[in-house]
């Protein structure tokens, strides 16, 4: 089932930023270890960034590093993606995912166990 709520996508220019948060109306996890993935058209989803569940430490995919920043507000429920310097090759439908299980960063997807609805960032040239 759908537990964690992806918005701020959306159409925007090379260059330009995005910012996606998501929220997890109903359901407390600000001890989950939190990730964001992306996956384009005939691509696997892909790990974009991590961070534990007391925010302390971030771990982001080399095609994002020094572009992406993620953070998080245990007491909003909310972990946010701000995107900058985007590019026409981070277009794909963006997810959040929280996992109830991992200890620290967790950067693959078996790693996590609820999963967004996902948000589409398109970048044009």
């Known amino acids: 089932q759908v537990v964690l709520v992806e918005s701020g996508g959306g159409l925007v220019q090379a260059g330009d930023s995005l910012r996606l948060s998501c929220a997890a109306p109903?359901?407390?996890?600000?001890?989950?270890?939190k990730g964001w993935f992306r996956q384009a058209p005939g691509k696997d989803r892909e790990f974009v960034g991590a961070?534990?569940?007391?925010?302390?430490?971030?771990y982001y995919a080399k095609s994002v590093k020094g572009r992406f920043t993620i953070s998080r507000d245990n007491a909003k429920n909310t972990v946010d993606l701000q995107m900058d310097n985007l590019k026409p090759e981070d277009t794909a439908v963006y997810y959040c995912?929280?996992?109830?299980?991992?200890?620290?960063?967790?950067?693959?997807?078996?790693?996590?166990?609820?999963w967004g609805q996902g948000t589409q960032v398109t970048v044009s040239a």
């Open positions: 995912a929280a996992s109830s299980f991992a200890t620290a960063l967790a950067l693959y997807v078996t790693e996590y166990d609820y």
């Open positions: 109903g359901r407390r996890f600000s001890t989950y270890a």
């Open positions: 961070i534990t569940s007391n925010g302390g430490n971030v």
